[in-house]
Nanobody
Framework: QVQFVESGGGLVQPGGFLRLSCAASESISSIAAMGWYRQASGKQREVVAI???????TYVNSVKGRFTISRDNAKNMVYLQMNSLKAGDTAVYYC??????????WGQGTQVTVSS
């Protein structure tokens, strides 16, 4: 299956911003929906944002108005712009199809740490 490599994470202060990138190993033009997920230490992975091929998006309530998912099929890239970051956003962020295949091999993700 298609594999994804995430990048762009880092350490930022509360109120700061980051732009995450997701590079796909093959064309994503035929993938109906892509998503960003995150997993905080000791917690289950949760979906953060979804973008469908139509361009429609869905966000978890906790990030609405702060995060924006985008998709560039020509470049096989998915992005997540994260603004007004909070400590609760601290997690490892992953990208994958939405829904992900069962028993997916999740990559390393990219660490986002929000701390003063």
């Amino acid at each position: 299956q298609v594999q994804f490599v995430e990048s762009g994470g880092g350490l930022v202060q509360p109120g700061g911003f980051l732009r995450l990138s997701c590079a796909a190993s093959e064309s994503i033009s035929s993938i109906a929906a892509m998503g960003w997920y995150r997993q905080a230490s000791g917690k289950q992975r949760e979906v953060v944002a979804i973008m469908r091929r139509s361009g429609s998006t869905t966000y978890v309530n906790s990030v609405k108005g702060r995060f924006t998912i985008s998709r560039d099929n020509a470049k096989n890239m998915v992005y997540l712009q994260m603004n007004s970051l909070k400590a609760g956003d601290t997690a490892v962020y992953y990208c994958n199809t939405s829904p992900p295949p069962p028993y997916s091999h999740w990559g390393q993700g990219t660490q986002v740490t929000v701390s003063s």
